[in-house]
């Protein structure tokens, strides 16, 4: 609890000297040290404290412990047999105040059903967080609870563990263990805490077994991570070298594409300078030609001679060949096929049209 607490101290002290019975039906729970105070609480008080502890979880939950005790032989015995319900409380899920209303209730209720009743202790939950006493528990015990018999019993109910805090040698200690009673004959029952059976000690071969079963383990994670990137980073491969594949694919094509139209650039690059050399060679022959005019232009006439070539002008006609032609006009082809040719720039003899007017050398 950690918020402040309101609390009236009972005038108990009228009580310190009366001594009460020790039980003798009681069952232990925990481990009884030989010098720490011995506490023992009803059957029925424990129980209907548990089913107090856990009614609410939300907050806690308090109440003040009634009964005795009993010194012997220097030994401190606390009686635990009724117990008040800490009502009308300012309370939070780790924080508990009595208020001015809990304390007239208490005094109200202890003095109409248990006035002959001491009171021995308090107690409170702790839902979740444990069995000790905070900073400001020490406190409330410290100031109101200072009495060598009087304790706080803590009990989580989340955890489902309990624990008493006395009085030893000026000091507030936790005790390891506490008695449930009942009447003579009345049985007890309760569910003790299961003991931790103590580690077996397994040796220089069990640490060496649990060495190397860790460094498995730890070999095993290493493995399954390093699986995982190697899986990962082999699809990645995968996936690029897919991709580099069909971008292979791609240039292959593309450069079978291009070898292709660069073979028909070359042959039409053939074509054009076998139409270029035609033209250069008509060229030179239109050339000569035009020489030779503007030379019989600037010569006087000249007469003709019996062994001047005379020519005659031919339009072609459709199916007409210069063998054929020359047939016709009486003239062997194969003999004037050079001059025909050169006379007329023909470079190609099956290269003649329709409408193409050619000069025929004349026969005598």
């Known amino acids: 609890m950690d918020q402040d607490f309101d609390i009236e101290l009972f005038d108990d002290k009228k009580d310190a000297a009366a001594q009460v019975q020790l039980p003798v039906n009681f069952l232990a729970l925990g481990e009884i040290e030989p ?3 011995k506490v ?3 059957q029925d008080v424990y129980r209907a404290l548990e089913r107090f502890a856990v009614s609410d979880t939300s907050k806690e939950l308090g109440s003040i412990l009634l009964g005795g005790y009993a ?3 220097g030994k401190t015995h606390v009686v635990i047999s009724r117990f008040i319900e800490a009502k009308y409380t300012d309370a939070s899920a780790s924080t508990l105040t009595f208020t001015h209303e809990t304390w007239d209730y208490v005094h109200s209720e202890h003095a109409a059903k248990h006035p002959d009743k001491t009171i021995v202790g308090w107690q409170h939950t702790h839902p979740g967080y444990g069995i000790f006493l905070s900073n ?4 409330i015990q410290e100031n109101f609870f200072n009495l060598p018999f009087q304790v706080a019993y803590v009990i989580d109910p989340v955890k489902k563990t309990r624990g008493f805090f006395q009085w030893k040698s000026g000091k507030i200690e936790k005790l390891r263990g506490f008695y449930v009673y009942d009447d003579v004959g009345k049985p007890i029952r309760f569910e003790k805490p299961r003991e931790k059976k103590p580690a077996k000690s397994w040796g220089a071969a069990g640490i060496l077994i649990a060495l190397l079963c860790a460094a498995t383990v730890g ?3 290493v493995t399954a991570a390093l699986y995982g990137k190697f899986s990962a980073g082999l699809a990645r491969q995968e996936e690029l070298l897919a991709a580099v594949t069909g971008t292979q694919s791609a240039l292959a094509a593309k450069e079978a594409e291009i ?7 070359k042959e039409q690059a053939a074509r054009i300078d076998a139409q270029a050399a035609q033209i250069a060679d008509l060229q030179a022959t239109l050339d000569k030609m ?3 005019d503007e030379s019989a232009e600037a010569e006087p006439p000249v007469t003709p001679t019996e062994d001047a070539v005379q020519f005659r002008a031919y339009t072609v006609k459709p199916g007409d060949s210069l063998t054929k032609i020359c047939a016709a006009h009486g003239l062997d082809f194969a003999a004037n096929a050079r001059i025909i040719l050169a006379i007329n720039g023909i470079v190609d003899a099956n290269a003649i049209f ?3 007017t050619i000069l025929l050398p004349l026969t005598h």
Do not use: C, M, N, P
């Open 71 to 73: 010194v012997e032989h």
């Open 219 to 221: 070999l095993a994670a």
């Open 259 to 265: 070898a292709e139209q660069s073979a028909r650039i």
């Open 35 to 37: 010098d720490d105070v």
């Open 354 to 356: 329709v409408g193409q």
């Open 136 to 139: 400001y528990d020490l406190f």
């Open 40 to 42: 023992y609480i009803k």
């Open 290 to 292: 035009e020489a030779q």
